[in-house]
């Protein structure tokens, strides 16, 4: 009956049933799962620090970026021109690829094409035709190219590099706007060279300690929900689970945030304490023998035996931790935000449980609960349910009403994908398809949320259960496919005196 109507007359006249079965109850404190998994089962709590216990203000990044900036004109002599270009709070976003040989910034899908209209060098988006050549005329990348499996490039090696991490997005807008600076003034410049160089000063912010300076001088500048992580600890320990952190910072800088956040006894709440841990070395090798620290984080030279509440560690390696602790397999849930360095060992080796912490749910699920989006996504499914149907018919007339709706659908496509991010969209979807950091999340960690204080919404026994998601050959018979993923938190109200 639809055929040759406009797609919007078939818009209105659907709109009833097609909004039918739209829903707003995505909440940013829900925990989702990948895996089934019973907190029943689960004895041992183990954490990250960096964005896992202590989650960190927009203020970081743009110090990361201006000391990083300066760096660059400081100490690799570039162009004080560079100065003028100030940190683009929400340019970039995680789990992006950037081509270091040709300096374009872009988002991949899980199939490994590159999104059209997600590919930027500078601060200005590459056409479509162009990203074409450049790839030979195709958007496919091949699994050769990309970074290898840490995300790590070689000199010799892949030259798409995958950046991961939450500190990683200052580094992908210095890049940008690095690139954009020698474009613009049109001078000459080897984007292979920029981003070692790039890299290099954004790794020095690390390695000479400024960004635990800037955060121990200013805990309340920099920390966020310190009062949620000590409600986390506090009920885990009182429900008698055993506790670990592993992290890669120093003690010293751990010591002043969690002091910070849950009060000066802090360590009363771990039963091991393993700092500087060089992850993900400490998951994939047993070179490193722990070395304790005592009070004053001064490296001790006795012979570790055993792991010891109240005591302080580093380095190691985690097959000298399985053996001291015992703590092996589904009994174990780690927490970490870096899907490689953090998890993705302990998943695939080790058979641990494993929950990514994702800040970035917080505006997504804003964004999807918006009517603007529920009507763009629904309208763009069902438009797309026309096309397959369209496509059947070949006279004159059809043809053209069957371009008009393709045209139609790339517009809806844009629209959806500026509501997350005006460059490039939501870092989970690219378009009808994951995005590379989505299928990676759906493979490292069985559960995924906002953060940990979306554990203080659940009872300790309960089980997490992933939404059955239609294979393309099964029909979606069962209800809860209607709003997959949308569920009200079971204890939120509960729990809600926390907050």
């Known amino acids: 009956d639809f055929l040759f109507l406009s797609s919007n007359e078939v818009y209105l006249k659907n709109q009833e049933f097609v909004f039918e079965c739209v829903c707003n109850l995505l909440n940013s404190s829900t925990i989702y799962s990948n895996n089934e998994v019973s907190l029943a089962e689960v004895d041992i709590y183990g954490f990250d ?111 798409v590099k995958q950046f991961m991490d939450i500190f990683s997005i200052p580094e992908m807008t210095l890049l940008a706007l690095a690139n954009d600076f020698f474009i613009s003034n049109d001078i000459e410049y080897d984007p292979e060279h920029l981003y070692k160089d790039v890299s290099e000063a954004i790794g020095m912010v690390h390695i000479k300690g400024y960004m635990y300076k800037w955060v121990m001088q200013d805990l309340e500048k920099y920390i966020i929900g310190g009062e949620e992580t000590y409600a986390v600890l506090h009920r885990l320990v009182s429900h008698g689970k055993k506790l670990f952190l592993i992290t890669n910072s120093p003690f010293s800088f751990v010591d002043k945030g969690m002091r910070y956040m849950v009060g000066k006894d802090w360590r009363d709440f771990f039963d091991v304490v393993i700092v500087q841990a060089d992850k993900p070395h400490f998951f994939n090798d047993c070179v490193k023998p722990f070395r304790r620290l005592d009070g004053n984080g001064d490296l001790q030279w006795d012979k570790i035996n055993s792991l010891e509440k109240g005591q302080i560690y580093k380095q190691g390696n985690l097959y000298d931790f399985l053996r001291l602790t015992g703590w092996r397999g589904s009994r174990v849930l780690y927490f970490g935000d870096h899907l490689y360095s953090d998890l993705a060992d302990l998943m695939l080796r080790h058979g641990w449980r494993t929950g990514a912490i994702v800040p970035e749910l917080d505006l997504e699920t804003r964004v999807v609960n918006t009517e603007q989006y529920a009507q763009s996504l629904t309208w763009l499914q069902a438009l797309t349910g026309l096309l397959e149907r369209m496509q059947m018919h070949r006279d004159s007339q059809s043809m053209e009403v069957l371009q008009e709706w393709l045209k139609e659908r790339e517009e809806l496509r844009l629209r959806t994908k500026n509501l997350f991010n005006p460059q490039f969209g939501s870092i989970f979807r690219t378009c009808h398809n994951p995005t590379y950091f989505s299928r990676r999340l759906c493979r490292f960690s069985d559960v995924y949320m906002a953060s940990i204080s979306c554990l203080l919404n659940y009872d300790l026994s309960y089980t997490f259960y992933p939404r059955r998601t239609p294979l393309q050959h099964e029909a979606p018979l069962w209800m809860d496919q209607l709003c997959t993923g949308c569920m009200k938190t079971p204890f939120l109200e509960e729990m809600a005196h926390i907050r």
């Open 49 to 159: 620090y960096d964005y896992t216990l202590a989650l960190y203000s927009n203020a970081l990044n743009t110090m990361i970026y201006n000391t990083a900036r300066d760096f660059l004109i400081e100490n690799f002599k570039y162009p004080e021109g560079i100065r003028k270009y100030d940190y683009i709070p929400n340019f970039a976003a995680r789990g992006l690829h950037y081509d270091i040989q040709k300096g374009l910034l872009m988002k991949i899908d899980a199939f490994h094409y590159i999104q059209l209209g997600t590919v930027y060098r500078g601060l200005n988006p590459v056409p479509d035709e162009e990203v074409l050549r450049l790839y030979g005329g195709t958007h496919h990348v091949p699994l050769h190219q990309v970074s290898g499996f840490y995300g790590k490039v070689s000199r010799y090696g892949p030259k």
